[in-house]
């Protein structure tokens, strides 16, 4: 499995998605299968198109982690390939509906500030290891928060947050 972090062109936003499968207000990066012959770069590139419409630029996505996953498909543990890629500027056009280009794979997708993912961040170790629901109502994004810090993703959120990851 690819997983990536997207950065906005001007690098001072994040992409995150969610599922309707996910805790309520969780974000988290975009991932995806990587295919025979694929490259894990090639493999985060695409499905970020195919879940989001987000577009990146050609060469920016760079390999920066991995992880074994226990729950990947029938309980076997996959390996997750944590990648970091830069939007291009006339890319960032967010379309998860299965209308246009993207395949609704995700029920949301929303691009975030570092204050907000920071805020995501503290709210998500807050939560403990398995967090089940944040405080506040729908729609609060007070309540928006990150998986918890055992996964790739609250590991590649937080490398961007703390301006930890390579600029290209």
């Known amino acids: 499995m690819a997983i990536v972090l997207v950065v906005s062109a001007?690098?001072?936003?994040?992409?995150?998605g969610r599922t309707a499968s996910y805790p309520p207000q969780m974000y988290t990066c975009i991932s995806?299968?990587?295919?025979h012959g694929e490259s894990a770069e090639n493999a985060a590139v695409r499905e970020v198109f195919e879940e989001t419409?987000?577009?990146c630029e050609p060469g920016t996505a760079l390999l920066v982690a991995s992880q074994p996953w226990p729950c990947g498909r029938g309980n076997h543990c996959e390996l997750m390939l944590g990648v970091y890629a830069r939007a291009a500027f006339d890319g960032e056009?967010?379309?998860?509906t299965g209308d246009?280009?993207?395949?609704?794979?995700l029920s949301d997708a929303k691009w975030f500030h570092r204050s907000e993912v920071q805020t995501m961040?503290?709210?998500s170790i807050a939560m403990g290891a398995m967090p089940g629901s944040a405080n506040g109502?729908?729609?609060e994004e007070e309540a928006f928060f990150v998986p918890p810090p055992f996964a790739i993703a609250h590991e590649l959120i937080r490398r961007w947050a703390m301006g930890q990851l390579p600029s290209h």
């Open 53 to 55: 419409h987000v577009t």
């Open 32 to 35: 995806g299968f990587v295919e």
């Open 137 to 139: 109502t729908a729609g």
């Open 10 to 16: 001007d690098g001072t936003r994040c992409l995150l």
């Open 100 to 105: 246009g280009d993207g395949h609704g794979e």
């Open 93 to 96: 056009a967010i379309d998860c």
């Open 121 to 123: 961040l503290a709210r």
